[in-house]
């Protein structure tokens, strides 16, 4: 029996990327089945990856720089700017800058963790000539509202004695207004297209930091300052801009950024698979498989809202195709995934191990948790569909008939 199997998985964050992923699910199915056909398909989502697949997949070119990190330190970064299009666009993740990826574990703190890197990776790419960038939203590790990219733009953030404020989510509770008078000119003259979860919002009870917050290291007292001060920041935003974020559709993503980009840069947010979609055309290959394996680090209730996982499996479900999720953790309200189009799902963590034996070892477990995901999936087909000779003598006493191309055996009635 030969299969045609899609792999459509996210990166699994601080371990694997998307790429990577993929390749470790094909090696393992074709370990379980090695005359499968295998079509590829790295999923981004506007974290990490998102540069350099947006660059592969349009031929284009990547150039290397040092930003500041998210604790302040100077990190290795990146931009690339892609081939073959009309204008001259740059592609930009925040991971690189902001990302949780570079905040050292025993530094997590969302109340001082900033985007300023963010905004000096903008401004290279204003410098390289972009007339059009694209900015990919995901995988952060800050939670300021974008206000440390604005600064790096030469926006001034100033609380109610007109100083500047500290960098970090938590001091925006004092900020009392917005001066926009040295903002870079040039982003008037540059079309700004980020790509966000359009379910993150900013504000209220399933706002930014209710939510992402405890993920980046805030603690129950932290969450709720954080709260207030987004709540802070649209405020001042709106005066200064007469834009309103506060319930726009993808402004608390990546820690607020979504916010900024919107009221402050006058960019645009997008449901992030828009932009992915348009140089990957995933339904196309979905069409030419017969089953379809996704992935991602966590699999849990959130991941019907906007995660690759649900995405892939919505769009295979249109076309009737049966999809296994991969995860490296399974949470709380995972089998709302059922009711979006994931059929089944595993982890791919076989006993109990640290987080950081599970992060490296990533590669390896995922690769084996393809390869048995599609054993079994092998042996429900062959009980599916036993040997021609026990049909045949199962029909022949009354017991049970063929069912045509579904394989399924059922008993006979009148």
Sequence with gaps: MSMTILIAPSGFKESLTADEATACIAAGILRAMPDATI???????????????????????LHRLSVTGPV?????????????????TAVIEMAAAAGLRLVPRDRRDPCLTTSFGVGELIGAALDAGADHILLGCGDSGVND?????????????LDDSGRPLARGGAALRHLASIDMTG???????????AAV?????????KGVARVFGPQKGATPAQVEELAAAMEVHAK???????????????????????????????????????????YLDLDALIDRANLVITAEGSLDGQTPYGKVPSEVARRAKLRGLPVIALAGTIGKGVTLNFEHGIDAFASILKRPCSLEEAIENAGKLLTRAAED??????????????????????????L???SGDTGLLRPHSD
């Design 72 to 88: 302040g330190d100077p990190v290795d970064s990146f931009i690339g700017f892609m081939g073959g299009q009309p204008v001259r």
């Design 145 to 157: 509202g974008g206000a440390g990219m604005a600064e790096a733009l030469g926006v001034r953030f």
């Design 197 to 205: 979860n359009w379910h993150n919002g900013l504000l209220g009870p």
């Design 39 to 61: 079509l590829k398909a790295p999923m981004v989502d506007g974290g990490e990856g998102f540069t350099n697949t947006l660059v592969n997949l349009t031929g284009g070119t």
């Design 400 to 402: 049970v008939c063929h």
């Design 183 to 193: 903002i870079d000119p040039r982003l008037a003259k540059v079309r700004i297209d």
């Design 373 to 398: 995901a599609v054993r079994l999936m092998s042996v429900g087909i062959r009980l599916a569909r036993p040997p021609a000779r026990i049909v045949r003598r199962m029909a022949e006493n009354g």
């Design 236 to 278: 001042a935003i709106e005066r200064a801009t007469g834009i309103q974020v506060g319930t726009a559709p993808g402004a608390g993503a990546s820690g607020g950024l979504g916010a900024a980009v919107l009221g402050l840069l006058l960019g645009r947010l997008h449901p992030r698979y828009e932009i992915v979609m348009q």
